[in-house]
């Protein structure tokens, strides 16, 4: 059920005057951080007892097994995968990230950061975001674009960021100054509509009995469950990696000997 029909399904529930629930809201906003009721509060459909919140240090493993729990409530929530995920970001981010400058300028970036116009660096920012080129062109402009060049923003564990990026090409450049120019690039582009493990994943099965399912039918499940197309992607690349290149399976790959490898997944 995509959002538009969850909207006309709620409006005809209030319209015939079916039963609501009312949610209490406080003045002040919730903390995600040492909260263990703040999901069962967001999500009470999901944690129907109000219990099960996030108590313990591993709060990514509970998550997973959240998502992983038998009756897929969690995996087809249109909210919760997502929720889980952009505050995983945004603690990674905020105990991740931090200002790094080269040893020799640090005293010079310094004194030029105490003088900063902050108007004009906000306006610069702003104008970012809306995705205009911004050019310096007054004296101000060009201290803050001075600054910007100086100045690295360092989040290397927070996944997708720019830095974790720039992280992987230094890795991928050490490789290859190691090793050598790669012998292979291969894309890999699994069909998750079409294979039935992702289906199994999908569905409510226990046992694993695929089914002839429609075009429709087929994208319909694996719409409505990214977790399960999620972990058929790990699955399948992690088959060909020790299958097909022959990475820690005691036989060579079909393309020989593997000496090394880097992969990434498009974001």
């Not at 409530?73 to 991740?96: E, L």
């Amino acid at each position: 059920m995509d959002m538009q029909a969850v909207k006309a399904r709620a409006l005809d529930h209030l319209m015939t005057e079916g039963k609501t629930l009312g949610m209490g809201h406080s003045a002040q906003p919730e903390s995600m951080y040492d909260n263990p009721q703040a999901y069962p509060q967001m999500f009470p459909w999901l944690f129907p007892y109000g219990m099960g919140g996030f108590e313990n240090e591993n709060i990514v493993g509970h998550k997973r097994k959240l998502l992983l729990y038998h009756d897929k409530r969690f995996q087809t929530d249109v909210y919760f995968p997502i929720v889980a995920f952009n505050h995983a970001q945004m603690k990674s981010s905020s105990t991740s990230s931090f200002l790094v400058a080269k040893r020799a300028k640090f005293p010079d970036i310094a004194d030029r950061l105490l003088g900063l116009n902050l108007p004009v660096l906000s306006s610069i920012s702003e104008r970012m975001i809306e995705g205009e080129i911004v050019k310096p062109v007054t004296q101000d402009e060009k201290d803050c674009f001075d600054v910007l060049t100086d100045v690295d923003s360092v989040a290397g564990k927070v996944q997708g960021s720019l830095t974790s990026k720039k992280f992987m090409r230094n890795e991928i450049w050490a490789l290859t100054s190691f090793m050598g120019a790669p012998t292979w690039f291969i894309t890999l582009s699994p069909a998750d509509i079409a294979h039935p493990l992702c289906l199994y994943y999908a569905g409510s099965d226990m046992k694993f009995s695929p089914d002839v399912l429609s075009h429709d039918a087929r994208y319909l499940r694996i719409s409505s469950n990214p977790i399960a197309a999620a972990r058929f992607f790990d699955y399948i690349v992690k088959a060909f990696i020790k299958h097909v290149l022959g990475v820690d399976s005691g036989h060579p790959g079909i393309y020989g000997e593997t000496g090394a490898y880097y992969g990434t997944v498009e974001q």
